[in-house]
């Protein structure tokens, strides 16, 4: 009997203990990593104001991005095809995959450089500087989602404690220079100290040189994730270059803030997805005809809980607010409304998402991340054109709910094909 046939015996018990337990560290993981970024952002806001708190924010979006292509690159692959294999053939692939994003930090981080010099200003040298912590800030992830491949999880909990706690002192001392420069370097600099232990963890080395080996051995993966990663982070960031540009950079800051309130939510939303694709799939092997049930609670309640935490957020006095976000409050509680329904759109559409990656329907999939970010992008910049900030936000929450939309449609012409695909064909005497 098979691995996957002992599995599928398995007692529904045992199975859902197993399940609570992936999810568990799942959960604990991203709880530890949204906790340091939604710290670093409270504690910039409160410490430089909305307009400075704006130069960070475009710092941080493109770091999104480049994060993105780290990941589709180098760790996507690495989840997809080395999860559950042998320590030795693990091992070697870590180190391939690991010099990978220590090689895309290192590619783009030179190019920040060069443009953060040549911009000069209060963005330069937050550019410049995010451009020198990249190397470390891809690194550490890499070496998270490598401990998730293993099963793991423990240890990319753990990691991320690490850069947690060397963030405290970091960012004291960048609380005394003042600067949005200072404050990117003790961020990245904080991720670097937990990417050195990453290595301590592992005992592995990563292979830079071996870079354009695993780019060669993984492209079939690899640039088709690469393309969908970087379809919607690419789309935030040239919504918050466009926001800066037409409303002004403090409008960015203002966004930021109010995305900082769902952080917590946030926090489980992306806890969840490193799993879900995993238990969907395993739901189509099981029993296919409850694929789409699994997706509908999936995303319908993902959605419902993030109505909860907007109103609960309404309800917030003042007097909190300002006392967790500074002089940004005033700005973004403005945006409270149409952010949380923005977020529900997208925890509703993950239902789908999940399902489409469990199908392996990975045209459908870039078809519906492509019309997401294309929305996007003309619903946050025609928003602002229009009303300023908080058009932006409603184009971007309108954009969001119409992208769900799409992804729903495709996941369910991906199940109606799978149905038929699976019908065996009758022949006639």
């Keep these: ?16 203990r197993a399940f609570a337990g992936r999810l568990s560290w799942g959960l604990a993981d991203q709880a530890a990593s949204s906790i340091s970024n939604f710290a670093v952002g409270i504690y910039v806001a409160r410490s430089l104001g909305v307009t400075a708190f704006g130069v960070f924010s475009l710092a941080w979006v493109t770091y999104g991005v480049v994060l993105n292509v780290s990941r589709g690159l180098a760790t996507d ?14 091992r070697g692939a870590v180190a391939r995959s690991s010099g990978t994003a220590l090689g895309v930090g290192a590619t783009i981080g030179a190019a920040c450089v060069v443009v953060g010099l040549a911009l000069g200003g209060q963005v330069g040298p ?30 990319a909990f753990v990691n ?6 060397a963030l405290v002192p970091a960012m004291v001392l960048a609380a005394r220079a003042g600067t949005v420069a200072a404050f990117v370097l003790a961020w990245g600099a904080s991720a670097t100290v937990a990417a050195g232990y990453g290595y301590v963890q592992s005992g592995i080395l990563p ?15 690899g640039y088709r994730y690469l393309v969908e990663n970087v379809s919607l982070s690419g789309a ?17 800051g203002a966004v930021r803030g109010a995305e900082l309130l769902l952080g917590p939510f946030l926090a489980v939303l992306m806890g969840l997805s490193l799993v879900t694709v995993a238990e969907a799939a395993r739901v ?20 419902v809980a993030a109505l909860c935490w907007g109103g609960a957020l309404l309800l917030m006095p003042d007097r909190l607010g300002e006392l967790v976000l500074g002089d940004v409050w005033h700005s973004a ?3 409270i409304v149409p952010v949380t329904l923005g977020v529900a759109g997208a925890g509703l559409g993950t239902g789908a998402a999940a399902g489409l990656r469990a199908l392996a329907a990975a045209r459908r999939s870039l078809r519906c991340q492509l019309f997401a970010s294309a929305c996007y992008v003309a619903g946050g910049l025609g928003g602002a054109a229009l009303a300023g900030t908080v058009g932006s936000a409603w184009g971007v929450a309108t954009a969001t709910l119409a992208a769900s939309a799409v992804w729903w449609l495709q996941l369910r012409s991906a199940l109606r094909e799978h149905h038929q695909d699976s019908i065996p064909e009758v022949r006639t005497p």
């Design 207 to 221: 292979r830079t040189a071996q870079a354009r080996a695993w780019l060669r051995e993984q492209r079939d993966l």
């Design 126 to 155: 937050a550019f410049a500087c995010l451009g020198v912590m990249l190397p470390g800030l891809l690194l550490q992830d890499a070496w998270r989602y490598s401990f998730f491949a293993a099963g793991t999880g423990k240890k």
């Design 284 to 303: 189509l092997r099981r029993a296919p005809d409850r694929l789409g049930r699994f997706c509908l609670l999936l995303g319908g309640g993902q959605a």
């Design 160 to 165: 991320d404690l690490v850069w947690g706690v």
């Design 333 to 335: 509680a403005q945006l």
């Design 1 to 16: 009997m098979t691995t996957e046939e002992e599995k599928a015996k398995a007692p529904a018990g045992s199975t859902r």
């Design 77 to 90: 692959p690495l989840v997809v095809r080395f999860s559950g294999v042998s320590d030795t053939a693990w």
């Design 236 to 252: 935030s960031q040239l919504r918050a270059y466009g926001l800066g540009a037409i409303v002004g950079v403090g409008a960015v």
